[in-house]
């Protein structure tokens, strides 16, 4: 580079303006050099490793226990059960893992500096190795209704909800914050954002975990994120290859059929892929699905070659990381043995084999598969490859640790949290407001009723949802009473909201995913026969609106995050105006050929 540039500044005018026109060209060549230079580097270090150590690159597996050293008992108990090792630090020794997943259920993510200090020795425990290599740590950190690191880091509103909120910028900051944080954390690979377009109001595992049903708006919001959490320097997982947007089969427990034709494919799930790989996503994330229109063999898409290297390889252009969706979910398991799934995912294009049920099983069985000839060393050096450029990428190779005072100075800070109050602002969706109900004003409706459900904390927030409401309320001067009436109340839980009703001025009730059958609906229509001014809140899914077409004043929060709820409550007391819009259609829920609610659906005041 220095050459070239001594040799234009020494060049004349003319000779100057001829090489100025070649300079795209020299910088794209001087990259080229700096890749090669640095793949060379990579390869060397791949050369030195046994077979057993570049399998072990492979794999991304969970663990027990809040320290990669000492773990509570029960910890190591669950960890000798399922994994056959005590902690962290021994699944590295005995596996050589690649790396690490956090969840919140394995007793990872208690508290922000007790994160940093496990990832500090998962990554020391890993490079005291022989050939030690740093680890690449994980997480589903989606924010919404999906999120494994809880407060007091910031927490976000999730896909959904930002879709309502239409703001790229928002969904960049959301990203760009939420992934300072994480890389403070040493977590620097975020299984998200989600790619799926959810054209199907059944779906019951994607839902308000997509951006929404307009393929171009998710496209934008995705590339967005991307870029919000690549530019912090964490790797961004686009999720779940080719799409799981239309499905009423929850992949976790079943294994869902995808019907849409190749042109269907292109039109709705593609898009937002596309520009995820444009935005330069580092990792993408395969569905367990089978889509028989781009692979009629009747595999999911984790292990089909056609999808993963005929398609997202050779079709999309894209040469990153390919991880899967955990191995221990049933959709990739009902067709092959946990013994075969890893080999065959291996032979689709993956790189990355996400958290298998039995991780002896399927080590070994990719040990096998290389010594019998099913693999070659080579076909794993591909992908190890691939996993290295990503760690180099993300600095791991330079310095893979985090300090107590990064934590300090990043995770939950006052304008952090500050930005997340204000992006939920801009999301909350006003969908009924007839004869004017809201705002609410503290004058008229001093004394509030909250009842609704109260599922369990999505994210480690605070909870429960009704607390969250009327904590929210009474910090704007009003007076509320608190009911926890649950998904399903009984008759008798129902005749007290009603009896309760009675000296409130007004009712707020938070709806979850209300069914025709549903109890919440019996609940809802006898606190309007009180004649009582009753305000619904849809703190999941807004179709919740067409189950309870009586209701004066519906809002959609897309879920009951504390940060999504005390957003909606200042939105209907009036302390800033409803602009969020319906990312997806509410059909009638007795027709749903009849739309209700269109996208773009949201009302002002």
């Not at 954002?193 to 998710?218: H, K, L, Q, T, Y």
């Not at 781009?294 to 999309?316: F, K, V």
Request: aromatic residues 4%; neutral net charge.
């Amino acid at each position: 580079m220095h050459t070239s540039r001594r040799t234009l500044l020494a060049a004349t005018a003319g000779a100057a303006a001829a090489v100025a026109g070649a300079a795209p060209a020299l910088a794209g060549n001087a990259k080229h050099e700096d890749k090669n230079r640095e793949d060379k580097r990579l390869r060397a270090l791949i050369s030195r490793m046994t077979l057993e150590e570049k399998v072990g690159q492979l794999f991304v597996m969970r663990v027990y226990g809040h320290s990669a050293t000492a773990p509570d008992q029960a910890d190591i108990d669950a960890n000798l059960a399922e994994i056959g090792v005590r902690t962290a630090a021994e699944l590295i020794a005995k596996y050589r893992v690649g790396g690490i997943i956090y969840f919140g259920w394995a007793h990872n993510t208690r508290a922000p500096h007790q994160i940093a200090d496990l990832s500090n020795g998962i990554q020391k425990a890993s490079l005291e190795q022989p050939r030690g290599l740093p680890v690449l740590i994980s997480t589903d950190q989606e924010h919404g209704i999906v999120a494994r690191v809880g407060t007091p880091a910031t927490l976000f509103p999730g896909a959904m909800a930002l879709g309502a909120g239409r703001s790229r910028t928002d969904a960049r900051t959301a990203g760009r914050i939420a992934g300072a944080e994480l890389r403070a954390m040493g977590i620097l690979q975020d299984y998200a954002p989600v790619a799926d377009v959810n054209v199907n109001p059944a779906n019951p595992v994607i839902g308000v975990r997509s951006f929404g049903a307009d393929p171009e708006a998710v496209a934008g919001l995705v590339a967005a994120q991307v870029k919000g959490y690549q530019g912090a320097g964490v790797a961004a997982t686009s999720k779940h290859f080719p799409g799981h947007g239309d499905t009423e089969t929850d992949s976790h427990y079943g294994f869902p059929v995808i019907e849409h034709t190749e042109a269907q494919w292109a039109e709705l799930d593609a898009p937002p892929f596309k520009a995820a790989i444009a935005a330069g996503i580092d990792s993408i994330m395969t569905a367990h699905i089978m889509v028989p229109a781009l692979d009629p063999a009747g595999d999911p898409a984790t292990l089909s070659r056609p999808i993963l290297t005929g398609i997202l390889r050779e079709r999309l252009g894209y040469d990153g990381v390919v991880v899967t969706d955990s191995l221990g979910m049933e959709g990739v398991r009902t067709k092959y043995g946990d013994d075969r799934v890893p080999v065959l995912a291996l032979k689709a294009g993956v790189d990355q084999l996400l958290n298998p049920p039995k991780l002896d099983v399927a080590w070994n069985a990719v040990l096998a598969a290389v010594r019998g000839g099913e693999l070659t060393e080579a076909r794993l050096d591909e992908s190890i490859l691939r996993v290295l450029r990503l760690k180099a990428k993300l600095g791991l190779l330079k310095d893979p640790y985090v300090t107590g005072r990064g934590v300090d100075r990043t995770v939950g800070i006052p304008s952090h949290l500050k930005a997340a109050d204000r992006v939920a602002e801009r999301t909350t969706t006003l969908l009924v407001n007839s004869g004017g109900l809201l705002p609410l004003s503290r004058r008229t409706h001093t004394k509030v009723l909250v009842v609704g459900a109260d599922p369990a904390s999505p994210s480690g927030t605070t909870g429960p949802p009704t607390t969250v409401l009327a904590n929210a309320l009474t910090e704007l001067g009003f007076t509320p009473t608190v009911l926890s009436t649950g998904t399903a109340p009984s008759a008798a839980t129902i005749a007290k909201a009603v009896a309760a009703a009675g000296d409130a001025d007004a009712v707020l009730v938070g709806t979850y995913n209300v069914t025709a059958a549903s109890a919440q609906r019996t609940l809802v229509n006898q606190l309007l026969a009180t004649g009582r001014p009753v305000v619904a809140l849809a703190i999941r899914n807004p179709y919740d609106v067409a189950q309870l077409p009586d209701v004066r004043a519906y809002l959609a929060s897309y879920s009951w995050t504390d940060v999504e709820l005390r957003a909606a409550v200042r939105v209907l007391a009036g302390r800033v105006g409803p602009r969020g819009r319906l990312p997806v259609p509410v059909q009638r829920a007795d027709d749903p050929a009849v739309v209700l609610y269109p996208v773009g659906h949201g009302l002002t005041y």
